[in-house]
């Protein structure tokens, strides 16, 4: 793969005359909403020449695989599992977290395709989720203003002049940091770990007397045992000891994901390489924006977070602009409207969406549209308001016989007390006690195990798909 050559700005598909990939000049014209201000631009250009140089993090092939699985999503046969912290941390890139993560998710991935029988694409917010958006550009505390954090990418979370400082070096930090992380994870994945014969020590150091580890005990067992039949009829498929795992991020940082795209040797066409899939933010959507405009130039997956304010004709002109050739897999849309509003402010999207002929994956995040704080000033999500807006969700598509293509969770493989209720009942004077999250809060691996076993229920129980949709053949890496 070839870095962006050095005539950015000109044209980039051979028979496209008029389609300029935009520089990051160009970009900037466009005013990006939620970028750092950084006081040095001799030191940013530096930095993004530099990483302009370093190898991609991931490859085209791998971002075309992922395209197509999402296809298979888009038309009913196949289900997203999306989650991960809601920002990583350098400081939390060590093996037991990334491997926590992976195995939080690995084990809802199995519950998922155990219990409803789909194949399930698996997508982690990792190795790149460093940046975030934020309602605010200042903070003031005790009378003192300072930049508000921004995600490790850009400064750091003490409340101090300097730390708070965006530092373009962090830039370099966040590919190091995702460098390293996706190289557990491959290794994680395709050495052994994700071997569904171990599915028992998935959760081995599981947090005991929890009915969700009775009912991830029981799934596991049955799975041994149908394996174990498998191998004595004398199917031993190499593929039951690997899975594909992609990694993906907020597009929100346009100096590191310019400088991390690069053009594609097979097709001449560019990719951001800082992750298999990347997503637009509610905060960064503007039609004629920034983001918008890099991101419609790209050949990776694009997932559009779509928010309370989105009408059905934003939703339709955004994917329009994303995805002007209606490519299979190319769009998903994740909704995170609230609970409340989910039922009213979901369905017309669908259906404006549907009326154009497209099929688009749709996935949930019941987590951004309902955070709140508690009186102690925790920020927190209540897990019975996260069910109630998945809920909404299934129930909108299966009046409108759409298929619900997925979930988008904010998740930790640890055992933190980050999100209330739950099997365990976390309540709000539970926070404190293990509230670590960088920004929103997580939920933790029981809860997460506990939604994924809701979701299968529901998904097990859509009369609508099982006659539209029958399963088709899948590889056994997509359990
Ligand atoms: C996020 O996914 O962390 C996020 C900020 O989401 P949204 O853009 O939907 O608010
Ligand atoms: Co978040």
Redesign the pocket.
């Given at each position: 793969m070839a870095p962006l050559p050095q005539w950015l700005g000109r044209r980039l598909y051979p028979d496209a005359v008029s389609d300029l990939f935009p520089s990051l000049a160009d970009l900037h014209r466009l005013k990006p909403a939620q970028q750092p201000r950084y006081d040095d631009p001799a030191e940013l250009a530096r930095v993004v020449a530099e990483l302009r140089r370093r190898p991609p993090l991931v490859f085209a092939g791998e971002c075309d695989d992922l395209r197509s699985k999402i296809a298979e999503v888009a038309q009913g046969r196949a289900f997203i599992l999306q989650g991960g912290d809601?920002?990583e941390t350098f400081a939390s890139v060590t093996a037991a977290n990334i491997r926590g993560k992976l195995r939080v998710l690995l084990s809802m991935a199995v519950v998922l395709t155990y219990a409803a029988q789909v194949p399930v694409v698996k997508l982690g917010?990792i190795a790149g989720?460093y940046a975030?958006?934020r309602s605010n550009d200042s903070e003031t505390r005790e009378g003192v203003t300072l930049p508000a954090y921004r995600g490790d990418a850009v400064n750091a979370l003490a409340f101090d002049p300097e730390s708070r400082r965006p530092d373009p070096q962090r830039l370099v930090e966040v590919y190091n940091h995702s460098a390293a992380t996706l190289n557990l994870v491959r290794a994680f994945v395709k050495g052994g770990l994700a071997d569904l014969r171990t599915v028992h020590s998935w959760n081995s150091d599981f947090v005991r007397n929890s009915q969700v580890e009775e009912r991830y005990e029981k799934v596991s067992a049955e799975i041994a045992r149908a394996l174990s039949f498998m191998v004595a009829c004398g199917i031993d498929d190499n593929s039951f000891r690997t899975v594909d795992y992609y990694a993906s991020h907020?597009a929100l940082l346009l100096e590191y994901e310019h400088a991390l795209t690069r053009i594609d040797s097979r097709t001449q066409t560019p990719y951001d390489t800082s992750a298999h899939m990347i997503?637009?933010?509610?905060?960064?959507?503007q039609l004629d924006g920034a983001h918008i405009e890099f991101l419609r130039h790209l050949r990776n997956p694009i997932g559009i977070?779509?928010?309370p304010t989105t009408t059905p004709d934003d939703a339709v002109a955004l994917i329009e602009r994303l995805d002007p050739d209606h490519e299979p897999g190319r769009i998903t849309v994740?909704s995170?409207m609230g609970a409340a509003k989910v039922r009213d402010l979901l369905p017309p999207i669908v259906e404006a969406v549907e009326a154009t002929g497209r099929k688009v994956a749709w996935v949930c995040?019941p987590?951004?549209?309902n955070t709140y704080s508690t009186e102690l000033g925790y920020k927190t999500r209540a897990f019975d308001e996260v069910v109630s807006e998945l809920q909404g969700f299934f129930d909108v598509h299966q009046e409108l016989g759409t298929w619900p293509g997925g979930v988008?969770m904010?998740l930790t493989g640890d055992d933190v007390t980050e999100c209330v209720g739950g099997a365990d009942e976390v309540a709000e004077q539970d926070l404190a006690h293990r509230y670590e999250t960088a920004?929103?809060p997580r939920l933790n691996r029981n809860q997460s195990l506990e939604l994924a076993f809701l979701v299968a229920e529901r998904l097990a129980d859509d009369a609508i798909r099982r006659e539209a949709n029958p399963v088709q053949s899948f590889s056994p890496k997509d359990f």
């Open positions: 809601c920002a917010r989720q975030k958006p907020e997503w637009i933010g509610d905060r960064t959507r977070k779509v928010g994740i995170r995040d987590m951004h549209g988008h904010e920004c929103d």
